[in-house]
């Protein structure tokens, strides 16, 4: 029976991952990047022995504590206090050592109230604060991790990222895979880029993720372009292009904080039209929505157009600080509820570093200064 189905179904290997070869120093830190399906969670599997490789070596040298997927290592119809000594004994601890870890694992899990619950009522947060104090608390020489904070709330997620920089600061090797580049660069000290299974680049975290999300960008936009779910409007007036020029008027994509910054606004009027107003925003790639200004409020009038022209939208300095960001550009009545071409978040523009700015938190740089008042 098995040779007549060959001749109707054909059997094709799909390699998860190929030629992907790297060390990771003890004590160091890894990010993978890379879209759905790429082999990322794969990659950690392969490194936690989860699977086996098919051909090719992973050596890893030490304890392996892993959180690879919510819940994994557990059994639902035991109690959070049954499974945190059920993982201990599949990573190698003896009871007695989990035993004296128990108090500290149920306080940052922070469910005393419920470990003595099965662990099937748990929610999928209470699911990974347990999983995760569990992990961590195994004092493994090597702790991978998967994208698993997308489940826990924000003051759960930084007190876990505080905990990881504790053990990276005790010399614990850390593999972390995650959708969140400002986490990647903030965690990891170096990054790899995996896509259809292959390595596409292993450098500093900053260098990889940028060139990461630089590609994801220009992937979207030209998706969004293609489908044109992302551009509405009557087109009695359509903006035909943008570009981003410099202080030297030079078109280019990338800009220094603080460097002068002018988005021009092409257009092309198929009739006069009265009084519109333009209007542009620029988003994070994170989606927090940076600014949203138009000719109205900024008491620009533009009396009429016809025809093609260009309208300038001008920044002395854009203290943004680094990062990918997203530009919208749109036309509208002088009322602001008819648009002629709203052309949401299509054109792409970068953020890098300035030299003489060391500041890297958050999405603006606002210039200051610090005074010291000691009282007498």
């Known amino acids: 029976m098995r040779t007549l189905r060959r001749s109707h179904h054909q059997v094709e290997d799909v390699w998860v991952l190929r030629d992907v070869s790297f060390s990771l120093p003890a004590g160091s830190s890894l990010g993978v990047v890379g879209q759905n399906g790429a082999g990322k969670s794969s990659l950690l599997k392969l490194c936690a022995r989860v699977i086996d490789p098919t051909s090719g070596v992973v050596r890893t040298h030490g304890r392996v504590s892993a959180l690879l997927e919510l819940g994994v290592g557990f ?11 059920l993982y201990g004994s599949l990573v190698g601890i003896p009871r007695a050592v989990m035993q004296q870890r128990f108090d500290e694992i149920v306080a940052f899990s922070e469910i005393e109230r419920f470990i003595d619950v099965p662990v099937k009522a748990y929610s999928s947060g209470m699911y990974l604060r347990l999983a995760f104090a569990v992990a961590i608390y195994a004092e493994a020489d090597v702790l991978l991790i998967d994208e698993v904070f997308a489940v826990g709330d924000a003051s759960f997620q930084q007190k876990c990222i505080e905990r990881i920089q504790i053990l990276q600061d005790n010399g614990v090797t850390v593999l972390f895979v995650s959708h969140n580049a400002d986490m990647v660069r903030h965690l990891c000290r170096q990054a790899l880029w995996i896509e259809d299974g292959r390595m596409v680049a292993f450098d500093e975290a900053d260098n990889v993720v940028t060139a990461y999300m ?5 992937a979207r936009v030209r998706n969004d372009q293609q489908k044109d779910t992302h551009r509405w409007g009557s087109r ?3 903006i035909t292009r943008v570009e981003f020029l410099d202080q030297a008027g030079h078109a280019v994509p990338r ?5 002068a910054f002018t988005a021009r606004l092409h257009y092309q009027a198929a009739r006069r039209v009265e009084d519109p107003m333009f209007g542009v925003a620029i988003h994070r790639d994170d989606d927090t929505h ?7 409020l900024a008491n620009f009038p533009i009396s009429a157009i016809e025809g093609a022209g260009s309208v300038d939208y001008c920044v002395a300095e854009l203290n943004l600080l680094p990062g990918a960001y997203e530009f919208t550009a749109a036309v509208y009545d002088h009322d602001g509820r008819h648009p002629f071409d709203h052309q949401h978040r299509l054109y792409p523009f970068w953020v890098e570093p300035n030299p003489i700015i060391d500041e890297k ?11 010291h008042h000691p009282e007498a």
């Open 236 to 238: 009695e007036v359509e």
């Open 255 to 259: 800009f220094r904080t603080g460097e």
């Open 290 to 296: 940076v600014n949203g200004p138009n000719t109205q």
């Open 214 to 218: 630089e590609q994801m960008a220009y």
């Open 75 to 85: 059994h639902p119809d035991l109690t959070g206090r049954e499974n945190v000594f």
């Open 361 to 371: 938190y958050g999405t603006f740089y606002l210039p200051s200064t610090w005074q």
